[in-house]
């Protein structure tokens, strides 16, 4: 079964043409008419749609009416030898009949309803798309010059030179004590049990009763009243006799020298 022909009459009708150099958007512009007496429906499709930006890329052209369509070609690097293979399609259809306005018509251009569209009633139109280089390019191109087709890039300008600041070591101060510290520290030390003394303990022998000579009696230590009380106790001495004994030796002579004159 043939397709139904294209009722959009197409300007221009068989070629897109795209005039650089390409570093910048450059736009062509395609226009729909429509000379019958019904809506038609209309959506536009390429074979590079990361190339190309379409507005409106559907819509509804009214009776006897025509609409412009702007294809615009995003900047690339563009190379001579490369061949162009991208294509432009118009596919078309009438327009539902009935009481519908225009902003409700629009709405209903959908994928959903070219999808659920009978395939029968559908019309297309294709186009090609053409590149077209100024004379001056064509020029540069003859020389051997390719670096006018590439997009410029903005180079950062040069970082200065920053010398690096001196690093100064800061030694850091002393805490100062304050009066709380010193509370605390004084706490501290009073919080340390005192050393007592390690005072042998005395033997059994040495706390057994000293019996009391003529002129010596046991001594004890009298406690102040600051200082801690300690008990000495002493060993047990011979009794003597309180005569000296040089008179005994003095009586001796004396006795044995009477003795001894009564003998002779």
Known sequence: MSKLE??????????????????????????????????????????????????????????????????????????????????????SMFAPEGGIDNETMINMVSDKMWKDADQTQLMDSKLKCVFELPPE???????????????????PPPRKSVSAPSIVKRVPARPIKNDLDAAKEAKEVAAVPPVKPNIPKPSPEAKRPVPQDDGLRQRKATPSDNTQTFTTEFAPVEQRSAIPPVLYLLAALILGFIIGKFIL
């Open 6 to 91: 294209q009722v959009l009459i197409l300007e221009p009708s068989g070629e897109l043409k795209f005039k650089g150099p390409f570093t910048e958007v450059v736009t062509s512009n395609l226009k729909l008419n429509n000379p019958t007496d019904k809506r038609v429906c209309f959506k536009v499709k390429t074979t590079a749609p990361r190339r190309y930006c379409v507005r409106p890329n559907s819509g509804v052209v009214e009776p006897s009416s025509s609409i412009n369509v702007s294809v615009m070609l995003q900047p690339f690097d563009y190379d001579p030898q490369e061949k162009n293979k991208h294509k432009f399609m118009v596919q």
């Open 137 to 155: 390019a064509l020029q540069a191109l003859a020389k051997g010059k390719t670096n006018v087709f590439k997009l410029e890039t903005s180079t």
